[in-house]
């Protein structure tokens, strides 16, 4: 099976797989110390880290590589006497300070200048370079002189081919061989133990986010004797409530097999959704519709204008529309796969240039048409869309255009109007009605199920706005200038309470996460945009 070591050096390019290689051979020929007691990591170099974050710990040698730079650190170094590690270790990955960097440089030995001395490859050259003479001495025995030039020039390439393969093939035969295989640094281990006994409290608690590395902090805090750095969560498992551990492939404490430990938690963080700022600008109408376009321009809609905006809310410039001007509120502004951005303005669908310009209008069959304003729009995974205004749901063709308005079979119906709509990273959908109820819907828009708050918990307000964070928290907006956290199935999580120093004093009318910086922008009622916290 092949270990870290070897992923480390497969990932490596020509020149640095030599610099491990120089390490390696410098090592054992010095004797410095025992092979197994070194570690080797992903380095990333934090130049605004302080030397003191470090803990001391400075890497015997360091290499920089195109695709990653990699540190060797000896065990002793890198571990306390019980098993932890003095700085944090997530996924075989190191952060270290500029200065700790510098530290190594100033070492007499460097990677570039480590002695290598390798026999067993002299060796594979100086035969090689006897079977050439030999090849040599025979063809002339055998009148080569008489040949022709091209066929010497032909054939002298072609032993000099096999002289710098049997050297190339004496390299990698001596580096992959029994005493030098990506294996060196491990040996069996038969006290090792299994991960449980180490890992005993499985619940985490509530945790801010689910991030691999507050995962894994909190279960060092919840079991102190777990060896964290041998552990690792397994990839993409770390989902709302749990995560699956397993012992890394390269651990030499716990047993390595392929079972895994389910841990479970509850993810909450407070802040998220709190007032960090108002942004200094102020609108002429309140700010309706977000989007950030693929290329970092902001996009926000209101009541007859569209606006390009600065990521930090400012405005850059006021859209001008050439071809269509008399417009009311713009509700909802989407970027599709193709790249096509659409507008949905009253009642009716737009296509937009990547300026916000308005540049002509979805002309809907005929008979079809929006019986009331358009409140939100959603692209589908087949190109299709799903539409709402107040009083129900409509499905779109993939070029926008009207196949029908829903119709809700055996009686259901929503219980109030409708202003929210959100397809979740998971890829389902609902929209909550300005009461409460959560809908499921279905590709085609109907109603699937439904349900109201659990535990008669209620919205202070009427919900009017959504949006779904790159945490997957999902945040709504009330008519009582209130922020709720939702689960991922629309339930309520809490209530976001924000601070008496910075009170939000409208209701949010739209919300978007920035993918630039992970910022929050909110419109509010009172024609401002707050910046929101994130984390």
């Not at 004496?170 to 992959?176: A, D, Q, R, S």
Request: hydrophobic residues 35%; charged residues 25%; proline residues 2%.
């Amino acid at each position: 099976m092949k270990n870290r070591m070897q992923i480390f050096y497969n990932s490596m390019c020509h020149i640095c797989q030599n610099k491990f290689k120089k390490v390696v051979n410098y090592l054992k020929e010095n004797k410095v110390n025992d092979l197994k007691n070194l570690d080797l990591l992903i380095c990333e170099i934090d130049k605004n880290r302080t030397l003191e974050e470090d803990n001391g710990i400075v890497p015997f040698a360091l290499i920089f590589c195109k695709n990653s730079s990699y540190v060797f650190v000896w065990k002793k170094d890198l571990y306390h006497e019980e098993g932890t590690t003095k700085i944090k270790i997530v996924n075989d990955k190191i952060i270290l300070s500029q200065a700790t960097i510098d530290l190594i440089k100033q070492k007499k030995i460097k990677n570039d200048y480590l002695p290598i001395t390798n026999k067993i490859n002299e060796d594979a050259y100086k035969l090689a370079k006897h079977h050439f003479n030999q090849q040599i001495i025979i063809l002339n025995r055998h009148h080569l002189i008489q040949m022709s030039k091209l066929r010497q020039i032909i054939l002298i390439f072609g032993l000099v081919f096999l002289l710098l393969f049997a050297v190339v093939g004496g390299t990698l035969g001596w580096y992959f061989s029994t005493n030098h295989n990506p294996n060196y640094f491990k040996e069996p281990n038969n006290n090792r133990i299994s991960l449980s006994a180490d890992l005993v409290n499985v619940d985490l608690g509530t945790i801010k986010d689910n991030s691999l590395a507050t995962i894994l902090d909190t279960l060092q805090a919840k079991n102190t004797t777990l060896k964290i750095a041998e552990i690792e969560v397994v990839k993409d498992s770390n989902i709302e409530d749990k995560a699956n551990i397993k012992v890394k492939e390269t651990s030499e404490y716990y047993i390595v097999n392929n079972t895994s430990i389910e841990v479970r938690y509850y993810v909450f963080n407070p802040n998220i959704g709190t007032v960090n700022r108002k942004v200094n600008e102020k609108f002429a109408k309140p700010i309706t519709a977000f989007l950030e376009l693929d290329n970092g321009l902001i996009l926000a809609g209101s009541d007859n204008q569209i606006y390009q905006l600065k990521n930090d809310g400012i405005v850059k410039s006021p859209v001008a529309q050439d071809k269509f001007k008399n417009f009311t509120k713009v509700s909802s502004i989407i970027q599709l796969k193709n790249k096509t951005i659409l507008a949905t303005i009253d009642s009716t669908i737009y296509r937009l240039n990547e300026l916000g310009v308005i540049t002509e209008e979805v002309t809907q069959p005929v008979g079809r048409m929006f019986e009331n304003t358009i409140e939100k729009i959603v692209e589908l995974s087949n190109g299709e869309f799903l539409a709402i205004t107040k009083n129900g749901v409509y499905s779109l063709d993939s070029n926008a255009m009207i196949k029908n308005k829903v119709q809700q079979p055996n009686g259901k119906h929503f219980d109030s109007l409708l202003y929210t709509l959100l397809l979740t990273s998971k890829g389902d959908i609902f929209t909550i009605s300005f009461r409460g109820t959560i809908y499921y819907l279905n590709s085609d828009g109907i109603i699937q199920d439904e349900k109201g708050q659990p535990n008669g918990e209620k919205f202070d307000g009427g919900v009017q706005s959504i949006v779904q964070l790159a945490d997957n928290t999902i945040l709504v907006g009330t008519s009582n200038k209130f922020v709720y956290q939702l689960n991922s199935d629309g339930t309520i999580k809490a209530k976001v309470k924000q601070s008496n120093e910075k009170p939000l004093s409208g209701n949010i009318s739209a919300f978007i996460q920035l993918n630039f910086n992970k910022n929050i922008l909110a419109g509010t009622s009172d024609n401002v945009i707050y910046e929101l916290n994130s984390k």
